[in-house]
């Protein structure tokens, strides 16, 4: 059984695991700052009790809420725990008033920018050598009002 919850300290160690096998560049400090400041917005989707994904945000305005991170463990993609997480956001920041939500995506990374368009979300523009490894990405947009 699948289900969407809020992210408790103690996935932590759960969460950096799925972010290190997801992505090169992680900062855990980052992390327990946007748990810290936007709790509301860190969500972990579990199945069978175990977290298998998660997904991070931060408050960047009154009026924007951007996403820091989206992961599934890759046992478990493809199989609609990213939508699922993205939809629990989507409510808990409606419920809240937040108007827009903004994310950051390689341009590489088609597959997760399907996913993003399937769900609403709108290009905004590219940001020249956004990652460390100086890949661009498209800075995407959701609104939620």
Do not use: H, W
């Amino acid at each position: 059984m699948s289900s969407i919850r809020r992210f408790q300290p103690s996935d932590f160690e759960r969460v950096i695991a799925i972010e290190k096998e997801a992505f090169n560049e992680y900062n855990p400090i980052l992390f327990m700052a946007a748990y810290e400041t936007f709790p509301e917005g860190f969500l972990v989707a579990e199945k069978d009790g175990t977290v298998v994904g998660f997904l991070t945000t931060i408050a960047v305005s009154l009026f924007d809420v951007k996403i820091l991170s989206l992961a599934v463990d890759s046992r478990c993609q493809s199989k609609g725990f990213a939508s699922l997480l993205l939809r629990g956001l989507f409510q808990v920041l409606r419920t809240k008033g937040v108007p827009r939500l903004l994310l950051e995506v390689r341009l590489s990374n088609v597959r997760a920018q399907r996913l993003y368009l399937s769900l609403g979300f709108t290009l905004v523009k590219v940001i020249c050598a956004y990652y460390q490894d100086g890949e661009d990405a498209y800075l995407m947009e959701k609104l939620l009002v």
